[in-house]
Every structure is written in C-alpha cells, then in structure tokens.
C-alpha cells in the first residue's frame, strides 16, 4: 500500500474509488448525516470520491426506497419559486429578523462555463461564490443582495468538500443571514414532523460554518454571519408560506466538535488496497469490493443513509453483532458474532475475563439480546 499524503494523490485515489460513474455533488444533508456516523470510514470514502449512494447501492442489489418522492420534489421547487419569486422572503425576514431590507436583488450561482464538469465546476461556484459574497459585505450597493444557489467548502477529514447550497444567503447592514426554504407543512404553528425542524437546523448549522469559514479566508469577522437562520416553509397542507426562527448556536458546537474529532481521510485512504474500485457492475464483486472498506452498521443508518440495506446485508451475511446496534455492541463487547451471544445465553459459557456466575451471565446476554432486537425492530430492521 502506498501512502497517500498530498492532494493529488488524495484526488487521484479517490477518482479511481469512483471510476468512470457520474460524481455526486455533496450537501448539508450529507454532512449533517455523516457526522452521526463517525466511526464509518466507508461513508468518509464514499463522500469523499463524490460516490452517489443510492446508485452504489442499486448497483449492490440493495436499493433504499427514495427519500423524496418525484411529487415530493415537485412541491418544493414550486414552493421555492413561490417564496422567491412572489416577494414571501422580504416579508418573512422583515417579520421574523426585523429586517429593514428594502428590496432583493438576487444572484444565481449555478451556471458554470460550458465542459467544465464535476469537482472542476464546483470549484469554479465556490469560487464565485466568494467573490459576491466580499461584494456584498463590502458594498452595500453591490448589485444584489441575495445569493442563490451558492457553493460553500468546508474542511472535513482533512480534506475540502463542495456543498451545493439549496439555502439561500443574504446580506442586511453588513450581516450575513442563512434561509431555508422546506416545503414540508407546520400545522397551527407545530411542524407536522418535528424531525425535520431539528433536520434543517442541523442542516442550517452546515451552511453557517462554511460560510464562516469563508469569511475567515476572506479576512472577514465570522461573527458577520448570524447564527439566527430563517426557516420559511408551508402554512398547513397547501403551498402559503409561513416562517420560523432558528438559533443554531448549538448545532454549531456540536459540528464543530465532531469535525475535529473526525479520523483524517489519508488515513483511511492509506489502509486501503491500491487496487480498489467501485466502478464495477457485478453484483457480488462489487461487494467483495465495498468489503474492504471498514463499515460501521447501526439499525439508525436505515433513516440516514442510502447504503444501509446494502451494509446491513453485510453484517447478517457475517452474522455481526453490529446489526443489532451501538448500545447492544457495548452491552455484548465481548463477543463477535450473533450466534456467539446467542450460545453463551444458552449455556451460560462465560468468557475468559469475565467475572460472574454462568446463570447471571446468561440471563444478562439474554435480555441484552432481547432489548437490541425490540431496538432492530422498532428501526425498520427485519425481524
Ligand atoms: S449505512 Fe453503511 S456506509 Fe452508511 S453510515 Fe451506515 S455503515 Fe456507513
């Protein structure tokens, strides 16, 4: 194995990862995900090499059912251009921040010049993205005040990642202030699913810290941006826009600590054989392939990444007791495998190391095992 230390290389290794499959640009989602998962070093890869999941997965023979259905993205564009285009954030950011902005003058950053493709055209927005953002922060009669469809970076296991933003940005007296727009619906003030609230807060707490960070190269205060975000989305079932606070000090920290405590990705890269690719249409060799990445499954990866059924497979086909959950792999550390716990509650066989009467032990590996599976099933495991 060689070692992979300098950016070229880094890029190189991770191009061959990819092979010859359409890359995936990021987003705060994937960010926000990945960092509940932090021992996973297949998902560190697999973001990295900009893989798109859920067509490796497909690939894999373990498709995850879509996270949006194609009405479902349907309604948010519409309610996108609603919100924009019909003047719905002037006033929900006069209402919301007590802003005195007298009109939006937008900026589209999405166009890039013609051939230029992949990590190359993100870099480019990121770029631009830059620009306008020391435009607005330098002159308040910058030709707009309104960035749609930025490219933010953000460090992330040593390395910088492209975020195509689906939040807007925008610039008031010299400060920067993040929105979101979700078209999913808040019923008499209480959001229908109040997971996605906390989602886009975390999501929120992304865009916050790339353009922090930004500024900081820019040579601005990062205090510039405000960690107060606005969070427009749907009055009731229809498509009325209403509109929320959110104070994402606290995500913030959470991010930024997780960020630090990440592995670096050279180290992980440098682990892997110098063969390795997930450009391949076999099934199984894809598998045997995806295998030689360190994975960690946990039931809660069946609601936050695309890979899950594919890596679940993975732990049952080894019989792991990974399937079964963080708190169980804890509870059960001594053993590998399903079938090793499953024996010693049988026979009550008590491991070298290990203190305590053969009945006790049993019957405490045995309500271990019965809570981690009520844990698998309560999280769309299979029973
Ligand atoms: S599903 Fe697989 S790749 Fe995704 S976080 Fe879980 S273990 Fe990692």
New binding site residues.
């Given amino acids: 194995m060689s070692s992979v230390s300098d950016h070229d290389h880094i890029d190189a290794v991770l191009d061959r990862l990819r092979g010859a499959q359409p890359p995936k640009a990021g987003h705060a989602r994937d960010v926000a ?2 960092l ?2 932090p021992g ?1 070093h ?2 560190a890869v ?1 973001d990295a090499a900009a893989i798109d ?1 859920a067509a490796l997965a497909a690939r894999m023979g373990h498709s995850m059912p879509e996270e949006q259905s194609p009405a479902a993205l349907r309604r948010g564009n519409l309610f996108e251009r609603i919100v924009v285009e019909e003047g719905h954030l002037l006033a929900e950011a006069r209402k919301q921040l007590h802003l005195d902005i007298s009109e939006a003058r937008y900026k589209d950053l999405s166009d890039v010049p013609q051939g230029l493709r992949g990590r190359a055209a993100l870099k480019w927005r990121a770029q631009r993205t830059t620009d306008a953002l020391a435009d607005m922060l330098t002159d308040p009669n910058a030709a707009y005040n309104i960035l749609r469809h930025p490219v933010t970076t953000l460090r992330r296991s040593g390395r910088t990642c492209y975020l195509e933003q689906d939040a807007l940005a925008f610039v008031v007296g010299g400060r920067l202030y993040v929105v979101e727009i979700k078209s999913f619906a808040v019923i008499a003030g209480v959001p229908n699913e109040r997971s996605h609230v906390s989602q886009a807060a975390r999501q929120s707490a992304v865009y916050v810290l790339s353009l922090q960070q930004a500024l900081m190269e820019l040579g601005f205060d990062p205090d510039v941006v405000s960690t107060t975000t606005l969070l427009i989305t749907a009055k009731g079932y229809g498509l009325t826009p209403t509109s929320h606070t959110l104070d994402v000090r606290n995500e913030l920290k959470a991010l930024s600590r997780r960020l630090a405590r990440r592995t670096k990705l050279s180290t992980i890269l440098d682990e892997l054989p110098d063969d390795l690719t997930f450009d391949i249409n076999d099934p199984d060799e894809l598998a045997e392939q995806v295998a030689k990445v360190d ?4 039931p ?3 609601s ?5 059924r ?3 497979q ?1 732990c049952l086909s080894g019989d792991r007791l990974d399937r079964l959950g963080q708190n169980v792999r804890s509870d059960l550390g001594v053993f590998d495998t399903v079938a090793d716990a499953v024996h010693a509650a049988r026979t009550g066989a008590v491991p070298r190391g290990i203190t305590g009467t053969p009945a006790v032990f049993a019957a405490d590996v045995t309500a271990a095992l019965h809570l981690a599976h009520e844990a698998y099933v309560d999280a769309g495991g299979v029973a």
């Fill in positions: 995900a990945d509940d998962h996973c297949l998902r697999l999941k994975h960690h499954y946990t809660g990866c069946l936050s990444c695309s890979m899950a594919a890596c679940r993975r």
